[in-house]
C-alpha cells in the first residue's frame, strides 16, 4: 500500500483549509506497457493548484472530488515497463500527490546531467520556463530596461530578476519583509528591493526608478500592479504572470478587489499589458529548457528553495504559498 492525498472540498472564494484534502491509502498499481511507476522524492508547489481544485484552469484535465491532487514532482523509476526509462532514472512531470504513482512513460521527463533532483521543478516547471517565456517573449528586455517584479523573492519572481540581470535590466524587486528583500539584494544580485510590507510602494518606486518603470513584471494584481501602472516609462510593457492576491476570492463575488484603478495610465505611456499563460508557449519550451541549463551548468543562475519534509505535510505546504512563508520554490521532500 501506498499513501495519496486526493481532493475532498473546493477551496473556492475563501484560503485553503485542512479539509480540502484527504489522505487515504491506496494499492500500489505495477506499471502497464508504456508506463513506469514512480518512488517520489520531491513535490513542488505552485499557486495554480489552488484555482486546478477549483476547475478554474482550462489548460489542465477537471479535478475530482475523491481524485488524486494534481501536482508537478521528482521521482525515481522504480519499475519500468517502456524502453526508454530503466529502474534509478530520476524524472519529473506531472505525478500527483502520491508516494508511489504509476504513470504513462510518455508524461515524465528524465533530468539532465548536473541538473540536481531538487532543481528540476524550478528549472523545467511552471516555474522557470514562466519565467524565461513571460520575460523574454512578453517583456522583451533591452539593456538598460528598468525592470520591476512583484512577488520577485518567489519562485517564479527570483528567476525573472536573475534573468532580467543577464539581459542587462536594472531590476527592482517588491516582496514581503525585510528577510526576501535582503536574499534578492544580498544573494541574487537585484540592483534594488522594496519590502510592501514595510515600506510605501509608490514613494520608493519614484525614488529608485525616477526614469519610470520599462517592464512591469506582476505576479500578485490588487494594489501593487495599480500602484506601478502609475510610474510606467514611454512604451512600458506590463507582463500579466500572476495575481495572487485575487486567489482567494471567487471572481464571481462582489468581495473580488476592482480592477487597477490607473489603467488609464497606459494611453499617456503608450504602454501594452499582456498576458501570458505558459500552456501558449510549448514549442518555445526547449529554447528555454537550453538557456536555463546552460545559465544554471554556468553557475548565473541561483535557485533558492524553501524545503518542507514528509508528505503528510503536503497540505500545509501549499498554504505556506498563499501565507508568504515561502523563499524561492516551495518543495517537500517525500523520500
Ligand atoms: N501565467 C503562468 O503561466 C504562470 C506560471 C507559473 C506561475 N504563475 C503565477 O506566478 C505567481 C508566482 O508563482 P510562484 O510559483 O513563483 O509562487 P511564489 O512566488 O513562490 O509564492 C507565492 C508568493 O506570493 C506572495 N503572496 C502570497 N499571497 C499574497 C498576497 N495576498 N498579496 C501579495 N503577495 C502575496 C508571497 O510572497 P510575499 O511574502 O513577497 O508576499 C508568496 O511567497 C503566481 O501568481 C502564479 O499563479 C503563472
Avoid at 526509462?85 to 502520491?98: L, S, T
Avoid at 510610474?231 to 482567494?248: D, E, F, P, T, W
Amino acid at each position: 500500500m501506498q499513501r495519496q492525498w486526493v481532493v475532498a472540498r473546493r477551496p473556492s472564494g475563501r484560503p485553503l483549509e485542512d479539509g480540502d484534502f484527504e489522505l487515504v491509502e491506496a494499492p500500489v498499481r505495477a506499471p502497464r506497457e508504456g508506463e513506469v511507476r514512480l518512488t517520489t522524492l520531491y513535490l513542488g508547489f505552485d499557486p495554480a493548484q489552488k484555482s486546478w481544485m477549483e476547475n478554474l484552469a482550462t489548460y489542465v484535465a477537471p479535478v475530482e472530488i475523491g481524485g488524486v491532487m494534481p501536482g508537478l514532482g521528482v521521482g525515481v523509476v522504480a519499475e519500468s515497463r517502456a524502453p526508454a526509462f530503466v529502474a534509478g532514472d530520476i524524472v519529473w512531470g506531472m505525478i500527483g500527490w502520491e508516494e508511489q504513482p504509476t504513470v504513462p512513460a510518455a508524461e515524465v521527463w528524465k533530468l539532465p546531467p548536473e541538473v540536481p533532483a531538487s532543481a528540476a521543478l524550478s528549472i523545467f516547471g511552471a516555474t522557470g520556463r514562466t519565467a524565461y517565456l513571460s520575460l523574454m517573449k512578453v517583456g522583451k528586455p533591452v539593456a538598460g530596461d528598468t525592470l520591476v517584479i512583484s512577488g520577485a523573492a518567489g519562485a517564479t519572481g527570483s528567476l525573472v530578476g536573475q534573468i532580467g540581470k543577464i539581459a542587462g535590466c536594472r531590476v527592482i524587486g517588491i516582496a514581503g519583509g525585510p528577510e526576501k528583500c535582503a536574499f534578492l539584494t544580498d544573494q541574487l544580485g537585484f540592483d534594488a528591493a522594496i519590502d510592501y510590507k514595510n515600506e510605501k510602494v509608490r514613494t520608493r518606486l519614484r525614488e529608485l526608478a525616477p526614469g519610470g518603470i520599462d517592464i512591469f513584471f506582476d505576479n500578485v494584481g490588487g494594489d501593487i500592479l495599480n500602484t506601478a501602472l502609475a510610474q510606467l516609462a514611454l512604451k512600458a510593457r506590463v507582463v500579466i504572470c500572476g495575481a495572487i492576491s485575487r486567489y482567494n476570492f471567487d471572481p464571481r463575488s462582489p468581495e473580488m478587489p476592482e480592477g487597477p484603478r490607473n489603467y488609464f495610465n497606459v494611453v499617456f505611456s503608450g504602454a501594452t499589458i499582456q498576458g501570458f499563460l505558459m500552456p501558449q508557449y510549448e514549442s518555445d519550451y526547449p529554447e528555454a529548457d537550453r538557456r536555463l541549463v546552460g545559465w544554471l551548468r554556468a553557475g548565473r543562475l541561483i535557485l533558492g528553495e524553501d524545503v518542507q519534509v514528509g508528505f503528510e505535510n503536503a497540505p500545509s505546504t501549499l498554504r505556506r504559498l498563499f501565507e508568504g512563508r515561502n523563499i524561492g520554490k516551495q518543495l517537500l521532500k517525500v523520500a
